[in-house]
């Protein structure tokens, strides 16, 4: 199946500075990625979604100057958590949607694929 | 996207049906239901999905009720490793994004 890999997966910075997370697609081509955010016991809560060589798109309540995301190629988005702060600490996830040969959407059945990176735990002293 | 309810925790002995309920009332004509599990920090993991009839795959059967208002999920022989929380979602297949509620945290019991 469909692989989507994070790096890094654990990442302990100072307050105050930035930290990026990578997510790549490994075996096919996305064009529209998702970044969720989850607090110890608590759902994903989707952040933005990522469209390649366009702007994101964020949900109500997260601040698009405070979590840059950049979707640069059909396999690799980017989240910058800038000037991170205690609170940032959590648990950060990417999926990814695959859009098959050809560029049109992988189907199966009627089913639009998504896969899931395995997360990115950030800790903020 | 209609909402999901599901019991926030379950447990089943290793070997036994897990049977996760999930109700979504509110769900419209075209709105797919979706399971989805998460192992401790981990991403989630797709399960199985459904409009209206009951399918199956390898790792589990969806049964969804004549009126679509709610769904089950089976794991037909539990075992420790599908102790996870599992994940009810409804949303258009045209759709991009998931919205996750708060799932079902099964414990599988040896």
């Known amino acids: 199946g469909a692989v989507v890999s994070q790096h890094p997966s654990w990442v302990i910075c100072k307050s105050g500075t930035s930290v990026k997370i990578e997510c790549r697609s490994l075996?096919?081509?996305?064009?529209?990625m998702f970044w969720y955010r989850q607090f110890p016991k608590q759902s994903l809560m989707l952040m933005a979604t990522s469209n390649e060589g366009s702007k994101a798109t964020y949900e109500q309540g997260v601040e698009k100057d405070k979590f840059l995301i950049n979707h640069a190629s059909l396999t690799l988005s980017t989240l910058t958590v800038t000037s991170a702060h205690p609170e940032d600490s959590s648990f950060y996830i990417c999926s990814a949607r695959d859009r098959g040969l050809g560029g049109g959407p992988r189907t199966r059945g009627s089913y639009n694929e998504q896969f899931f990176g395995p997360g990115t735990r950030l800790t903020v002293l | 996207d209609a909402k999901t309810t599901q019991p926030p925790s379950m447990d089943c002995a290793e070997g036994r049906a897990a049977n996760l309920p999930c109700n979504h009332s509110?769900?419209?004509?075209?709105?797919?239901v979706y399971w989805y599990r998460q192992i401790h920090s981990q991403g989630p993991q797709y399960i199985i999905h459904g409009l209206k009839n009951n399918e199956t795959n390898e790792m589990a059967s969806l049964i969804i009720t004549e009126d679509r208002k709610s769904s089950t999920l089976i794991l037909p022989h539990a075992t420790l490793r599908d102790t996870a929380v599992y994940y009810c979602i409804v949303r258009v297949n045209t759709g991009n994004q998931f919205y996750f509620g708060t799932g079902t945290s099964l414990t599988v019991i040896p």
């Open positions: 075996d096919f081509q996305a064009t529209t």
């Open positions: 509110t769900i419209s004509g075209n709105e797919y």
